[in-house]
């Protein structure tokens, strides 16, 4: 079975400060890996992906995540957090040999402060 | 977005009742998925499907059925809700390549009363 975990339910950080959220995932076969922001009362948005390739992706908002193989992780980082950035975001993978099943994690709070 | 619209935005209904969901895109897109978002918990697939007539479950399946007769529509049904289905129902699309990405409705926030 395929998992991701998300082991921060809330990150804080100062607007300005580079920010950091944490992913980690099990999946047999090669990962397909996504990010999701939601803002309130919203759907979810696609923030970016990884599918083969470079190891650092990036995407939009000026969000980029690294593939890292070895530690199983695809963490989401930003150099300069605005306030606006501040939203649940959500870590997805999928196998690239189940095809069909796309697992998230349980999300993570970013607080973003001025 | 992206062409999904999902029937009721909001819903409150009382314990033992059927309650259908709808989810409609204009995509023209294979996959179809059913999530629910809990606090604590994230988002869980319920079903999803791969083509007309072709579903199959996710990790809580159990007291929710599906159909899809048609491409663009994808059905969530409740047979005889309780309150532990209250919850936020998102519906989500996505083409039959697979390195693409879903694509996620509004939700539906259901209160099982």
């Known amino acids: 079975a395929q998992s991701v975990a998300q082991p921060e339910d809330q990150v804080n950080v100062a607007e300005g400060n580079p920010l950091t959220v944490k992913c980690t995932y099990s999946?047999?076969?090669?990962?397909?890996l996504f990010w999701y922001v939601q803002y309130p009362n919203r759907g979810l948005q696609f923030l970016l992906k990884?599918?083969?390739?470079?190891?650092l992706v990036k995407g939009s908002y000026g969000f980029e995540a690294e593939f890292n193989k070895s530690q199983t992780s695809f963490h989401l980082k930003k150099p300069s957090a605005l306030v606006s950035d501040s939203a649940l975001y959500f870590c997805a993978v999928r196998s690239n040999n189940a095809g069909n099943m796309l697992t998230f994690g349980g999300g993570t709070r970013l607080m973003v402060k001025p | 977005d992206a062409g999904i619209t999902q029937s009721p935005r909001h819903k409150v209904t009382e314990t033992g009742t059927p309650v259908t969901l709808r989810c409609h895109q204009t995509?023209?897109?294979?996959?179809m998925y059913w999530y629910r978002q809990d606090p604590g918990h994230g988002l869980r697939l319920i079903h999803y499907?791969?083509?007309?007539?072709?579903?199959d479950k996710g990790e809580v399946s159990d007291g929710y059925s599906v159909s899809r007769s048609k491409t663009e529509d994808f059905l969530l049904t409740l047979e005889s809700a309780t309150s532990s289905q209250t919850s936020v129902y998102f519906c989500?699309?996505?083409?039959?390549?697979?390195?693409?990405?879903?694509?996620f409705g509004q939700g539906t926030r259901l209160t099982v009363v």
């Open positions: 999946v047999s076969g090669n990962p397909y």
């Open positions: 990884y599918i083969t390739g470079d190891n």
């Open positions: 989500a699309i996505r083409p039959g390549q697979a390195n693409t990405e879903a694509f």
């Open positions: 995509e023209n897109h294979r996959y």
């Open positions: 499907s791969y083509g007309v007539k072709d579903t």
